[in-house]
């Protein structure tokens, strides 16, 4: 395409205003653009809209525009300039339906490609980590003990803590066969029979990793003398004084 040429750039003024035609095709472009003051205004339209688009990056259609695309640009442009009798804002709104309907179609159809222009490295989005919460402190009066009987070979570390006439309990159980039902038992001083902090059946990784459970027992903190993991047929697999 020269200067002289008799035709129109319309075809080629929608990836020229995206900044996407080689050399030798943006050079003839422009050569045109300088003897037809017709394709100036489209182009002008075009530029306006490719702004307005600037969400969609020039790499979309670094693989050529999708299948289709190109002639859903041609239709618009023809339908552009039969319209010219029209009023300007009329035919704006044409060449922006044309350049948004190509560049959804790009993105659509999977043209985008993870790759950045020389001269613009990519934008990386700021991030922030949040921050971790530090370890909270303990309420006063708790009491963390742990202890393991070597003939089950089930152990727990457990954290009694104070509550207003009864404590919570905080226990990692390990080295419990998966599919037994067990139960904490918090146990009083003076030899009365204990009382149930919470029950739970051993999962398969219960048995691997451990299980972890919080529970609680109406007994008071000062009368609390060890914690107990029993199974329902009553037989104690840890037991240990607090």
Not at 101 to 123: D, F, I, K, N
Not at 141 to 147: C, F, P, Q
Request: charged share 15%.
């Amino acid at each position: 395409m020269t200067a002289s040429d008799s035709r129109h750039a319309g075809e080629l003024l929608g990836p020229y205003a995206l900044g996407v035609l080689d050399p030798a095709e943006a050079h003839a472009v422009e050569e045109h653009l300088a003897s037809c003051a017709q394709c100036r205004a489209e182009l002008a339209d075009l530029s306006a809209m490719a702004r307005a688009l600037g969400e969609v990056p020039p790499e979309a259609f670094l693989d050529g525009p999708p299948e289709g695309g190109d002639l859903l640009l041609r239709r618009t442009l023809r339908a552009v300039r039969g319209e010219q009798e029209q009023s300007r804002r009329r035919r704006t709104v044409l060449v922006a339906a044309g350049v948004a309907a190509l560049a959804a179609a790009a993105l659509g159809s999977g043209v985008l490609v993870g790759r950045q222009t020389a001269g613009r490295p990519a934008a990386l989005p700021a991030t922030s980590a949040a921050p971790s919460p530090g370890p909270s402190a303990a309420p006063s009066g708790t009491r963390v003990v742990s202890g393991r009987d070597p003939s089950t070979g089930a152990a727990m570390v457990v954290s009694v803590i104070p509550a207003a006439g009864w404590v919570r309990v905080h226990a990692t159980v390990t080295g419990v066969r998966a599919g037994q039902k067990c139960q904490i038992l918090v146990v009083p001083r003076g030899g009365g029979a204990g009382v149930s902090a919470g029950s739970w059946l051993v999962s398969a990784r219960g048995e691997r990793n451990g299980t972890t459970l919080d529970g609680a027992a109406l007994v008071a903190p000062a009368d609390v003398s060890a914690v107990q993991v029993v199974t329902f047929d009553g037989r104690t697999l840890v037991s240990v004084p607090v």
